[in-house]
């Protein structure tokens, strides 16, 4: 096995990894043959390592530093008597994380603890940016999105919040995917998103843009592709974080937005989840366009998600994309970019 390929098949769950220190990422030096798409310009010039949850960019030309804590996969589940009309819909995700185990030392720990946690480590570290990558929340639950609210005031500090399959998600509840995203999120989620397009925003951050999509629905649509594209178009440096990852070759269908066998046959999860099956047709070709488009943007750091609730690390082109383990479970990543 090739270090490319080791490194593909890496799950992280503990432990250390240089994955690349030290070594330069040019994009010509890897002549994967993944995915299609080359790059159109000279990549931008850095490097990175993980080591646990620490991830740092060392991005050649900068003279600032940025801290990010990320989260994903979080689950709150808190509720009240204003639930009690969705109980029906929220009644299996409402039990599935009441108790959880500390993905580190394995002792018994919940949902409420590990965001608690993670906001005062993101204090405690002079984070810039608090980034909540989606499944916040088991289902959109008023009292639980209520209490984010108040501990996100509390902690007065930046953050962006793009959703999870999870968020706005009533198990059984009529509609398709996308008319309850579109639902739930007007209804309850919009807070959160402080005045920015729930679908696709990017903030800046010390000159780095952090671009994030809502792939929720696990598909992309054409004005998310053509954003993407505008913010690749700036040549800033980028970090797109998602919250279903994007699929790497080798992994399984669960795993990867845009990959090839995502579709009505492969969905295993649909009578559980009490959702429509996945379409027949797959993948959009718009969702196939941006996973092509995203490991070809010369000027894109990294990929962040959540969703597989396990630390992950994949490298497409050069470039990394990692899933934070599940913040139910008190996981969180500590994301610098720093100078090479
Ligand atoms: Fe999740």
Redo the contacts with the bound molecule.
């Keep these: 096995m090739n270090r490319r390929d080791f490194l593909r098949h890496s799950g992280l769950s503990a432990g250390a990894l240089g994955a690349s220190a030290g070594m330069p990422f040019l994009s010509h030096s890897w002549a994967g043959n993944e995915v299609s798409g080359q790059p159109s310009q000279e990549r931008i010039d850095y490097s990175f390592s993980m080591n646990e949850q620490k991830v740092q960019i060392y991005l050649a030309g900068f003279s600032d530093t940025v801290r990010i804590t990320m989260i994903a996969?979080t689950?709150l589940f808190r509720d009240d008597q204003r639930g009690d009309p969705y109980r029906e819909y929220s009644a299996r995700m409402a039990k599935a994380y009441n108790q959880t185990a500390h993905f580190k030392t394995g002792e018994q720990t919940d949902p409420e603890s590990g965001f608690r946690q993670s906001v005062h480590l993101a204090q405690e570290n002079n984070s810039d940016l608090f980034s909540i990558v989606g499944?916040l929340f088991s289902f959109p639950s008023e009292a639980a999105i209520e209490w984010v609210q108040s501990q996100l005031a509390d902690a007065d500090m930046d953050y962006l919040y793009v959703a999870?399959n999870?968020d706005w998600h009533y198990e059984g509840m009529p509609g398709t995917l996308q008319e309850l995203r579109e639902t739930w999120i007007n209804k309850r989620l919009l807070p959160l998103y402080q005045s920015a397009n729930p679908l696709m925003f990017s903030r800046v951050c010390k000159g780095v843009r952090i671009v994030a999509i809502d792939n929720s629905d696990y598909q992309i649509t054409p004005e998310q592709l053509a954003f993407f594209k505008s913010e690749v178009s700036t040549k800033a440096p980028l970090i797109l974080m998602l919250h279903i990852p994007l699929y790497a070759p080798g992994r399984p269908v669960g795993f990867g937005c845009g990959h090839p066998d995502w579709g009505h046959d492969s969905d295993r999860n649909y009578l559980i989840e009490r959702r429509p099956r996945w379409p027949v047709a797959g993948h959009t070709p718009a969702t196939m366009a941006f996973h092509e488009a995203v490991f070809s943007a010369p000027n894109l750091l990294a990929v962040f998600a959540?969703?597989i609730?396990r630390q992950s690390l994949d490298i497409l082109h050069g470039i990394p994309q990692i899933v934070a383990p599940?913040n139910a479970n008190a996981g969180f990543l500590q994301i610098e970019v720093v100078a090479a």
Aim: aromatic share 0%; hydrophobic share 10%.
């Design positions: 996969d689950h499944d999870g999870h959540g969703h609730h599940a």
